[in-house]
């Protein structure tokens, strides 16, 4: 046992000792390296960009990747690079950036960046009503002068970048944080495969006066085939979840064309309702509910920054319930088909039902409809239905009314201009209003009218600001009229 003590003993005091001093043989040799490192490290990004990289310190450090080495960047700012608009705002700063390599390599005075990382950064993409963008910064270039320092990345890390983009000219405004990202291709290959996964914050993706999503988290799992020399790009894979809701992604991309397919199977109507009103309302409740929505889109076109590609997005939903936690509001037998499409040279920005049905409060309404315009939306429906007064007015207690109740039995269309996005009351028109409102035992009562009527019944004919009655017949206490 005393001679396996003392054996073991040399053992660790030899593997020390060789550690040791390979530790400080990597450290003076990097001391040694590091002014040419830096050197070349500078001299090769600003060989590459247009504009000027600010930084405040940059350090040689063994060990945030050890055992390889890394070039610690301190504060990098790159400003806009708008090519005719003057600006001095921030494209990029990230308060740390590595550029890492072997440290083996280092003898040979061979300085290849195999990992490039960033932490607590800001990436702001912005597109002017011209088309003129702030991040075009790379150089154009077919040098092949051979260099010591160069890029051959195998592994992109973000951890904590707050990503903006705002495309003026098409009204597309995200921001998005990046908690963690982890990117790995060769991208110095002509042919390559990227493998992505990323954990992320959705804050806002606003087009135009809708906000599709705000406050949600998404976890991006994604592969693509890059062709460099096609400058095509083909996922693979796209697995995308954003809150509950699960998407599946896929597209084809070059310079001049974009081909996307997304599709949704099995979203939870309660989550998308959340997640949309969410959109427009920060404030709003979380909606209960039941139900499946399935869900597709795709999204093809010119690859242009002044103009949109064709959104085309197609749903269904059957049998759905949903319920306000603040009243206690439920819609229930709820049945949706529906499309959206964008707004293209040659048609309106347009949500529309096919079919709707749904049942709330002892009532019923059926019907299709459009939504256009969505900065002042304009809403055409097409609706019949049966309305329970009574149950309408208990739940919604309308004003000045001390009691109402009967059925009405109706056939109408309707045109209504909202004049903001917000669909606040006071801010509407009714542009059109017809068809036909059939009463039956309907009863009423003004708060300050001490006759009461009673069994109403007949068929009122709406046209627009014009009224008619047919078969109409009010009885009070003493009296009938007809």
Excluded: C
Excluded at 9 to 21: M, Q
Excluded at 212 to 217: F, G, Q, V, W, Y
Excluded at 266 to 275: F, G, P
Excluded at 443 to 472: M, R
């Amino acid at each position: 046992m005393k001679k396996f003590l003392k054996i073991a003993r040399k053992i660790i005091f030899w593997v020390f000792f060789v550690s040791l001093f390979l530790l400080t043989t990597v450290t003076v040799l990097l001391h040694i390296y590091e002014d040419d490192i830096k050197q070349y490290a500078i001299d090769e990004i600003n060989d590459h960009l247009k504009t000027d990289l600010e930084v405040q310190s940059i350090e040689l450090s063994l060990f945030h990747d050890f055992p390889r080495a890394s070039l610690e960047f301190r504060k990098v700012l790159i400003r806009d690079a708008f090519a005719n608009h003057e600006s001095s705002d921030t494209l990029l700063f990230s308060e740390r950036s590595f550029l890492t390599f072997n440290i083996w390599d280092v003898w040979n005075e061979d300085y290849s960046v195999k990992r490039l990382a960033f932490e607590d950064a800001k990436l702001n993409l912005r597109t002017a009503k011209d088309g003129d963008v702030n991040y075009d910064i790379f150089k154009e270039t077919a040098d092949t002068t051979e260099s010591n320092f160069e890029f051959v990345l195998e592994l992109l890390r973000v951890d904590r970048l707050a990503f903006q983009y705002s495309n003026h000219a098409t009204g597309q405004h995200y921001k998005i944080d990046v908690l963690k990202s982890l990117i790995k291709a060769d991208f110095t290959a002509d042919n390559f495969e990227i493998v992505s996964e990323s954990d992320v914050y959705i804050r806002k993706l606003k087009s135009n006066a809708m906000t599709l999503i705000r406050n949600k988290p998404a976890h991006l799992d994604l592969n693509m085939i890059v062709n460099t020399l096609a400058q095509s790009y083909t996922f693979t894979k796209g697995d995308i979840l954003i809150g509950k809701m699960p998407f599946e992604l896929n597209a084809f991309v070059d310079s001049t064309t974009i081909d996307l397919a997304i599709s949704g199977k099995n979203i939870q109507l309660s989550d998308l309702a959340n997640s949309l009103a969410a959109g427009t309302m920060p404030d709003a409740p979380r909606y209960k509910g039941t139900g499946v929505l399935d869900f597709t889109s795709t999204v093809q076109g010119p690859v242009s920054s002044t103009e949109m590609p064709a959104v085309n997005a197609a749903f269904n939903l059957e049998n759905g319930t949903l319920t306000n936690p603040v009243n206690d509001l439920k819609i229930y037998d709820l049945k949706l088909n529906g499309e959206y499409q964008n707004a293209q040279s040659n048609r309106d920005e347009q949500l529309s039902f096919s079919t709707f049905d749904l049942k709330l409060l002892n009532s019923y309404f059926s019907g299709k409809g459009t939504m256009k315009n969505f900065s002042q939306p304009e809403i055409n429906a097409d609706m019949k239905g049966n309305l329970d007064l009574g149950a309408f007015h208990r739940f919604f207690r309308m004003p000045n009314v001390q009691k109402v109740g009967g059925q009405v039995d109706l056939d109408m269309e309707l045109a209504v201009k909202f004049l903001d996005p917000q669909y606040q009351k006071e801010n509407f028109s009714i542009a059109k209003s017809r068809g036909n409102l059939n009463l039956k035992n309907v009863f009423y009562k003004h708060v300050l009218d001490s006759i009461t009527y009673e069994k109403i019944n007949g068929q009122v004919v709406i046209n627009d600001n014009d009224a008619a009655v047919k078969d109409f017949e009010v009885k009070t206490k003493n009296r009938i009229w007809s």
